[in-house]
């Protein structure tokens, strides 16, 4: 119990002191991690190479898997060597998906005034909102990479303060638990009934 604790009240100190860097370096956090999923599409087309080069005799269609992991490679090779590059991609994929979307919010919306629903505009309206937020986004890379880099900052942050909320109430579940079993053994059973 005492190891778990210990490696929890470290996890915890870790994850707030990286938070509080990802806070006061958003940017250069978020390029981080665009390294890091460069990093993983790199294990990703790696694992489906060899998968279908292992597969090949067996499974009739690999050649599509075949060019998907060395697609794959190449893209993880080039985040790998260029973390701009990788954070301005990232940054340009979100943006369009949260403009398409958008638009399919937009769309739907006029669906739903057909079926009569009554707030069909605030579909219409949260539609029009995300296809100007992932058009600015687009627009203002920077800014968009710096909120990533805060969003990421407090998310791994709050992680890191459950952690230490967590270490002290096991503490103190742990110590109660100590108090009852002491009460319990310090009061006499009764075995005549």
């Keep these: ?18 938070g509080a860097v990802c806070l006061v370096n958003p ?7 665009a390294w890091l999923v460069g990093l993983l599409i790199l294990v990703a087309g790696a694992t489906s190479l060899l998968f279908s080069m292992k597969a090949r005799n067996v499974l009739p269609n690999t050649s599509t898997t075949i060019f998907l992991g ?4 190449f893209i993880g090779v080039m985040f790998l060597g260029n973390a701009l590059l990788a954070a301005e991609t990232l940054i340009v994929l ?12 937009s769309v739907l919306a006029f669906d739903y005034k057909k079926a ?3 707030y069909w505009w605030t579909m219409l309206l949260l539609g029009v909102c995300s296809i100007v937020l992932g058009f600015l986004a687009m627009r203002k890379p920077d800014v968009t990479s710096a909120l990533f880099g805060v969003l990421l900052g407090l998310g791994i942050l709050a992680n890191g303060i459950i952690r230490l909320v967590a270490f002290f109430a096991l503490k103190r579940i742990d110590s ?5 079993k002491e009460s319990a053994e310090a009061t006499p059973i009764d075995n005549q009934q």
Excluded: H, N, Y
């Design 70 to 73: 060395i697609f794959q490679l």
């Design 1 to 18: 119990m005492k190891q778990s604790r210990f490696f929890l009240i470290l996890t915890a100190l870790l994850l707030v002191v990286l």
């Design 94 to 105: 979100f943006s369009v998906w949260v403009m398409f979307e958008g638009l399919s919010l």
């Design 116 to 118: 009569g629903f009554p």
């Design 176 to 180: 109660r638990l100590r108090d009852l």
């Design 27 to 33: 940017k250069e956090c978020f390029e981080t991690m």
